[in-house]
């Protein structure tokens, strides 16, 4: 009961920096074996980004890269030398899975294009990640979750009306839309293939999952002429529903109170007694009173620490939490601490670091992941005995020839 | 139970299809969705690939039918833009599970599904008869996956939330928005989106566990919690803090390096991403083509304190960046500037509206956008395939159900007779 229910699926993984990395870590984490090739001449931009530990750059050393690929094994191969290339295609035809997220081309100049690896290896599920597809005007363009972000309509509806889009200050269609729409193409064509024998290409563009997500904002475009505009944090009809200043530096708490009975509790817990009154008792009133009360409600908070704010309204029923920074949810919240979130391993060079959990946790089976991110060609040597079936001689002269690090 | 009658019929904006239809990669998957905010994603990724998703609806209507906007304005259940955008393909029943007929009839779907999505505080299904343990008991390869704002345990699990409680408390919202103003949430519900993603992929992953294991299966209950889900966007932040002892600040309408943010143009802006990229050329090509465009004063940017990130971090740096590139921006458009910059290979893009997205001639080129019937029969365009799986293609298998639209045909592939049924109706359990 306790087997990792993706055990037996290998992944020859060609992914970096952010969606696909995170992609195949998902298929890691619950068993899968994941073979991340990488180059020593051209490591994964996120082990040249920061952070480091103690600050020390190094290609073993980013917490950004370690957190997005816990659990893999890594082996470092020059796929611009022929012999590389004859190696990947080896790991390639005992994996069932080949993921990228290079621009379109660059998997097919290394004799690795999706066609080409069909040939000899039929079954093969392929999952290409460009940013914008396999084919278009624009499907050579550059570019990374910010980006993105930008190019999908996210960061222009994110923010104040009267300033430039904020979006989420991160590269958000990395960390959830592409790599969890991507698992959820790869395992349903292991489905397929399980049943039928079928491989299949997955064309996956960058933009597309994110766009998907904002489905409503599109149709109010196409079918009522509306272009929504930015609106802060307002969610019509939610009145208030926000975030207020609560006492002490650059603290907030966000509250949303809409509903009847959570609306009289937040009059009761802060003391407003007027908002008891007839004239606030329907919610279209409290719409169109919407500036005063989202001022007064600002007013009072500013009075309160947002913990007790938090707890005195959740005692009452009402939707309110601080507005928790990432030391705060790794130091102060009791819930992420219950729910053991946060998992340290032991890495050989960054000693023991943090690592999320997945956010979920699947019953009977072990904490995941309990393995940390693998360093550069840590397991070369490994995989090319046990899985390319190659001697010790031969390692050692493909090592010294620059094939393999 | 019969097999599925969920309609098959192929989207006709997708002719391929029509012509010669492929097969569907989660046939066969029967998906029972207790209709709420945080599950309805979850649902339409597993129907949108062939599964049979009911939707089970409480006498009256899910919330979800309530959330704006409505299509022209029109304030009704059947006429919200979100409902019939992420509902498309499931089959509508009506359930009052608090009469035992309707507990009843749930039990006997639940025996004919693989997987249970619920979005119910923890505890409130038990008393029903309806939690984990109950339903499990029957079914041993039953899968459900529960979606809460905090998960099944710890001492927040019982309290209240909302999209923006969420974003708060799982770390998002400290890093949206301006540092002159409060912490801003992202449009759209992203917080219940995100854990409806992640539970999808929860659900498949344990789901091919069980079909891989026969009758061997095991029941799982999936305990998804939506502000760890929250936590998983926080990029690189709490490495930052547990490395590096910094903590990440919201910086919206700042550069987050010298060369790395958004610019305002001639008609709205363009996102750049210059600098801050290690082993790239983005920074010797932006320079170059400054220089080109004969930017007075582009060749400074070519001194080598340039290469450093740290200085990249300053507020000389990105002042100086500005002074540079702020007026070239300013006086071209977000197109010239996003074919200008990507010829050069240098990542920039413009910062598009949906308009924008609708007339992008890269997503026309796709398909990307595809018809999508209303329950009325209208057809709306809306958001197409987020994948492309060339054997067994992504494709909506019908509009969303108006309510209830299916209670009396599954109740029939239940074998209850005419007779029973109208007993049902009539006394509440079903509507």
Request: some cysteine; overall charge neutral.
């Given at each position: 009961m306790?087997?990792?229910?993706?055990?037996?699926?290998?992944?020859?993984?060609?992914?970096?920096?952010?969606?696909?990395?995170?992609?195949?870590?998902?298929?890691?984490?619950?068993?899968?074996?994941?073979?991340?090739?990488?180059?020593?001449?051209?490591?994964?931009?996120?082990?040249?980004?920061?952070?480091?530990?103690?600050?020390?750059?190094?290609?073993?050393?980013?917490?950004?890269?370690?957190?997005?690929?816990?659990?893999?094994?890594?082996?470092?191969?020059?796929?611009?030398?022929?012999?590389?290339?004859?190696?990947?295609?080896?790991?390639?035809?005992?994996?069932?899975?080949?993921?990228n997220n290079f621009s379109p081309g660059t998997m097919e100049k290394f004799g690795l294009g999706y066609e080409a690896v069909r040939e000899f290896?039929?079954?093969?599920?392929?999952?290409?990640?460009?940013?914008?597809?396999?084919?278009?005007?624009?499907?050579?363009?550059?570019?990374?979750?910010?980006?993105?972000?930008?190019?999908?309509?996210?960061?222009?509806?994110?923010?104040?009306?009267?300033?430039?889009?904020?979006?989420?200050?991160?590269?958000?269609?990395?960390?959830?839309?592409?790599?969890?729409?991507?698992?959820?193409?790869?395992?349903?064509?292991?489905?397929?293939?399980?049943?039928?024998?079928?491989?299949?290409?997955?064309?996956?563009?960058?933009?597309?999952?994110?766009?998907?997500?904002?489905?409503p904002a599109i149709m109010q475009f196409t079918a009522n002429g509306v272009t929504p505009?930015?609106?802060?944090?307002?969610?019509?009809?939610k009145v208030p529903c926000g975030v207020y200043p609560c006492a002490g530096e650059d603290q907030w708490i966000a509250i949303s109170a809409w509903t009847e009975p959570s609306w009289k509790a937040l009059a009761r817990v802060i003391g407003k007694s007027e908002w008891m009154g007839s004239e606030f008792s329907r919610l279209d009133q409290r719409i169109a009173r919407r500036q005063s009360i989202d001022a007064d409600l600002g007013e009072v908070t500013r009075g309160w620490s947002a913990?007790?704010?938090?707890?005195?309204?959740?005692?009452?029923?009402?939707?309110?939490?601080?507005?928790?920074?990432?030391?705060?949810?790794?130091?102060?919240?009791?819930?992420?601490?219950?729910?053991?979130?946060?998992?340290?391993?032991?890495?050989?060079?960054?000693?023991?670091?943090?690592?999320?959990?997945?956010?979920?946790?699947?019953?009977?089976?072990?904490?995941?992941?309990?393995?940390?991110?693998?360093?550069?060609?840590?397991?070369?040597?490994?995989?090319?005995?046990?899985?390319?079936?190659?001697?010790?001689?031969?390692?050692?002269?493909?090592?010294?020839?620059?094939?393999?690090? | 139970m019969q097999p599925s009658t969920t309609p098959s019929t192929a989207d006709p904006s997708l002719p391929r299809s029509v012509d010669q239809p492929l097969?569907?990669?989660?046939?066969?998957?029967?998906?029972?969705?207790?209709?709420?905010?945080?599950?309805?994603?979850?649902?339409?990724?597993?129907?949108?690939?062939?599964?049979?998703?009911?939707?089970?609806?409480?006498?009256?209507?899910a919330h979800t039918r309530r959330e704006r906007p409505f299509l022209r304005d029109q304030i009704h259940r059947e006429t919200g833009l979100p409902f019939t955008y992420f509902n498309t393909g499931k089959r509508s029943v009506v359930l009052n599970l608090s009469a035992p007929e309707g507990r009843m009839i749930?039990?006997?779907?639940?025996?004919?599904?693989?997987?249970?999505?619920?979005?119910?505080k923890p505890g409130m299904m038990a008393p029903l008869g309806l939690d984990f343990g109950s339903l499990s008991a029957d079914s041993p390869g039953l899968i459900m996956t529960s979606i809460t704002p905090f998960g099944q345990t710890g001492p927040y699990a019982q309290w209240e939330c909302d999209d923006i409680v969420a974003l708060a408390l799982g770390g998002l919202l400290s890093l949206g928005g301006y540092p002159e103003t409060e912490p801003m949430a992202p449009y759209g519900n992203q917080a219940y989106l995100a854990a409806g993603q992640f539970a999808a992929v929860a659900s498949l992953i344990a789901l091919l566990g069980n079909e891989q294991a026969g009758n061997n299966a095991y029941p799982r209950h999936i305990d998804v919690s939506i502000q760890e889900c929250v936590v998983l966007a926080l990029e690189n932040a709490v490495q930052f803090y547990d490395l590096e002892h910094t903590i990440r600040k919201r910086e919206a309408g700042r550069q987050k390096l010298a060369g790395m943010g958004i610019f305002p143009c001639a008609d709205g802006h363009v996102y750049l991403m210059a600098g801050g990229i290690a082993s790239s050329n983005f920074w010797a090509n932006t320079v170059q083509w400054l220089e080109d465009e004969r930017v007075p004063g582009a060749d400074q940017l070519k001194r080598v304190c340039w290469d450093d990130q740290d200085f990249l971090a300053t507020e000389e740096a990105k002042g100086q960046f500005q002074k540079l590139f702020g007026p070239f921006a300013l006086s071209r458009t977000k197109s010239y500037l996003y074919e200008a910059g990507q010829s050069r290979r240098i990542p920039i893009c413009p910062v598009n509206s949906p308009k924008d997205l609708v007339h992008n001639r890269q997503l026309q080129h796709r398909n990307y956008?595809?018809?999508?019937?209303?329950?009325?029969?209208?057809?709306?365009?809306?958001?197409?395939?987020?994948?492309?799986?060339?054997?067994?293609?992504?494709?909506?298998?019908?509009?969303?159900?108006?309510?209830?639209?299916?209670?009396?045909?599954?109740?029939?592939?239940?074998?209850?007779?005419?007779?029973?049924?109208?007993?049902?109706?009539?006394?509440?359990?079903?509507?």
């Open positions: 306790k087997a990792l229910p993706l055990k037996g699926i290998r992944i020859a993984d060609f992914t970096w920096i952010g969606a696909g990395s995170f992609t195949t870590k998902l298929f890691a984490d619950f068993g899968a074996d994941v073979i991340n090739i990488e180059s020593a001449t051209r490591p994964d931009a996120l082990r040249g980004s920061r952070p480091y530990r103690d600050g020390v750059p190094g290609v073993n050393r980013s917490g950004y890269f370690a957190d997005r690929n816990t659990s893999k094994r890594s082996i470092a191969l020059n796929l611009k030398s022929e012999r590389g290339r004859i190696l990947a295609k080896r790991l390639i035809s005992v994996s069932d899975i080949v993921a290896k039929s079954d093969i599920i392929y999952i290409a990640m460009s940013m914008q597809g396999a084919s278009g005007p624009e499907h050579r363009y550059l570019g990374f979750g910010l980006t993105i972000g930008a190019l999908t309509g996210l960061q222009f509806l994110s923010g104040a009306v009267d300033r430039e889009p904020a979006g989420t200050g991160t590269n958000y269609p990395d960390h959830v839309p592409n790599p969890c729409h991507a698992a959820f193409a790869i395992l349903a064509a292991l489905r397929h293939r399980r049943k039928t024998g079928e491989g299949q290409f997955i064309d996956l563009a960058q933009t597309e999952p994110m766009i998907s997500l904002l489905g505009e930015r609106s802060g944090n307002l969610r019509l009809p913990e007790e704010l938090m707890s005195v309204l959740q005692r009452n029923g009402v939707a309110a939490g601080v507005v928790r920074t990432a030391a705060d949810v790794i130091e102060r919240d009791p819930q992420l601490r219950a729910r053991g979130h946060w998992i340290y391993l032991d890495h050989p060079e960054m000693g023991r670091s943090l690592y999320n959990a997945p956010p979920f946790r699947i019953s009977g089976l072990a904490d995941v992941p309990s393995t940390p991110a693998p360093l550069l060609g840590q397991h070369t040597y490994d995989v090319c005995r046990d899985l390319l079936g190659l001697s010790e001689g031969e390692i050692g002269a493909l090592q010294s020839e620059g094939v393999l690090t | 097969p569907a990669a989660l046939a066969g998957i029967r998906v029972l969705e207790l209709a709420g905010p945080a599950g309805q994603y979850c649902g339409k990724m597993f129907a949108d690939l062939g599964a049979d998703v009911i939707l089970i609806e409480p006498p009256g209507g749930f039990r006997k779907l639940a025996e004919h599904s693989s997987l249970i999505i619920d979005t119910e956008f595809t018809a999508i019937t209303h329950s009325s029969g209208e057809i709306l365009t809306g958001p197409g395939a987020p994948y492309r799986l060339a054997a067994t293609p992504w494709r909506l298998a019908g509009p969303s159900p108006t309510l209830g639209q299916h209670t009396a045909e599954i109740l029939g592939e239940l074998g209850f007779d005419r007779e029973s049924q109208t007993a049902f109706f009539a006394c509440g359990a079903v509507g």
